[in-house]
């Protein structure tokens, strides 16, 4: 009876032991972590050209440092977000193998293109500042000292015009030199009026952009990548559109009542890699701490976005704005030519064919899409005159294509399936109705007639080469060689080349 009862409280013990490993092995549900969220070092606060020369160092730093304070300020007490710590940038740059031997480079190219310009040898100058401006940004060196990469751009904008050709370029380089430093200005006096005028036409048009479009997507997702960021927000502080003529006139820097700005900020979600809409707050004029408020204002704007419940959407009237060109419809329109360049006796040459094109593409990852598209084509006469009636050629296709972006230029290459129509081909087979087709041959006397009773089925490579115009327009040019498996009687036609000029815009 007693080892009965040993062995029965054995057991028991035994029993108690494995199930109280058992639930020390359950893995506990793992708390879900805060979204990483950072703020962009692109804040800027812009002033009025007026009042560019009142404005000392250490208060332009401040106005900056009061938009960056008061969004960290308001995400600092949260749980709801983890605030990425202001010195993780310059550490992830810096930190890098090449940095210390590129950027050495990068400012010997400056040096010696800054010297070129100074010489007067203006294609010397910008060879060597564009390779310097080439190993700034490969090391990311702008988005931790973008007062040195003004400078070179400066340099860089001024060897440009000075050589003539370009006169894109410089308006871009200008930009950019007012977005990394607000304070660089270019005066009358010191400068030609021509350059004194692309310098306002760059702000105008920076502060135009920043305004209706905001950062580069690209630029902010390369920053979120840098911080390991879910989020990124940016506050810039603008001029209001038409005061900056009359600060500029008054030359008064203390604000007043017809001076205005807008305090604008903007959320990157690099999960979704578009920002959401804005938020906007108007000033009277440029304090620190108006600015600090504003930027903390607009920030629990922008996060009530995210914070928003789940059963209660965000909804946003206007998707078309909310994308800012970065979704994954895309619509194309364009002006078609095109030719068969396989023909068959009694045609002896090819001829051309004029018409529109319609194309969707739907993007499924960065680099592919699916694509599809009509064609609508009304034939030309032929070099020989063998065409007796115009026909008409209505192509459909559906595939995939491969594109990369290259700055504002994207390559591709699409694959499709086809599937044509044409109208009835009537063709001469007696050369001498071709002076007087109705009065020599009436009717079909000396004409055969090729009936397209089924489609054509075939398959055509597609290369395409865009150029970005805006965020969501681009310029398209096509080009398309194609194959019909089932050819027309005879094979009279055969081998559709076609190309387009048009459109697309990407929503």
């Not at 871009?172 to 400068?191: C, K, S, V």
Request: glycine fraction near 6%.
């Amino acid at each position: 009876m007693a080892r009965a009862l040993a062995s029965w409280a054995f057991c028991l013990s035994v029993a108690c032991l494995c199930s109280e490993a058992a639930a020390q092995s359950v893995p506990e549900p793992e708390a879900e972590l805060a979204p990483r969220l950072a703020i962009a070092p692109d804040a800027r606060a812009f002033a009025a050209l007026g009042q560019l020369d009142e404005l000392d160092e250490a208060l332009v730093r401040e106005l900056h440092e009061s938009l960056e304070r008061g969004a960290r300020r308001f995400f600092l007490p949260t749980d709801d977000f983890e605030l990425v710590a202001s010195d993780v940038l310059s550490t992830s740059i810096t930190s890098e193998p090449l940095y210390e031997g590129t950027l050495a480079l990068a400012r010997q190219w400056a040096e010696m293109g800054e010297e070129a310009f100074k010489r007067l040898q203006a294609d010397d100058a910008i060879a060597h500042l564009e390779r310097a401006l080439q190993n700034y940004r490969a090391i990311d060196h702008d988005r931790i000292a973008p007062e040195e990469i003004a400078h070179t751009l400066l340099f860089l904008a001024l060897s440009y015009l000075e050589e003539g050709t370009n006169v894109v370029r410089p308006l871009e380089l200008m930009q950019e030199m007012i977005l990394l430093d607000p304070t660089r200005r270019i005066l009358p006096g010191y400068y030609p009026d021509f350059i004194v005028q692309y310098y306002r036409s760059a702000r105008d048009t920076l502060f135009r952009e920043l305004s209706s479009e905001g950062p580069s997507i690209e630029e902010a997702a390369r920053s979120a990548e840098l911080l390991s960021a879910d989020y990124l927000l940016y506050t810039f502080a603008l001029p209001t559109p038409g005061d900056e003529t009359i600060a500029e006139r008054t030359s008064q820097s203390a604000a007043s009542p017809q001076e205005g700005f807008t305090v604008i900020a903007f959320l990157y979600d690099a999960r979704a890699e578009s920002f959401l809409p804005p938020e906007t707050l108007s000033l009277l004029g440029l304090e620190p701490a108006l600015l600090q408020n504003a930027a903390n204002r607009l920030a629990s704007r922008l996060a009530a976005c995210v914070l928003l419940p789940d059963d209660e959407p965000l909804v946003n009237p206007d998707d078309l704005m909310a994308s800012r060109g970065q979704g994954r419809l895309g619509l194309e329109l364009g002006m078609a030519y095109a030719s068969f360049l396989s023909v068959a006796p009694p045609l002896q040459s090819p001829f051309g064919n004029v018409g529109v094109g319609l194309g969707v593409s739907y993007a499924l990852t960065r680099e592919f899409q699916l694509v599809a598209g009509l064609q609508l084509l009304n034939s030309l006469r032929d070099y020989n005159g063998l065409l007796r009636d115009n026909f008409t050629t209505l192509r459909s296709w559906l595939g995939g294509r491969l594109a990369w972006e290259l700055g504002p230029l994207e390559l591709g290459i699409a694959a499709s399936f086809e599937l044509a129509s044409l109208s009835d081909v009537r063709v001469f087979t007696d050369k001498s109705c071709i002076p007087a087709p109705d009065l020599l041959c009436p009717g079909d006397l000396g004409t055969r007639t090729y009936e397209m009773s089924a489609p054509l089925l075939g398959a055509h490579l597609n290369p395409r080469l865009s150029l970005r115009l805006t965020r969501s327009l681009w310029l398209t040019l096509n080009t398309s060689l194609g194959y019909y498996l089932s050819p027309v009687e005879e094979d009279l036609l055969n081998l559709p080349f076609s190309s387009d000029l048009g459109i697309r815009y990407r929503f």
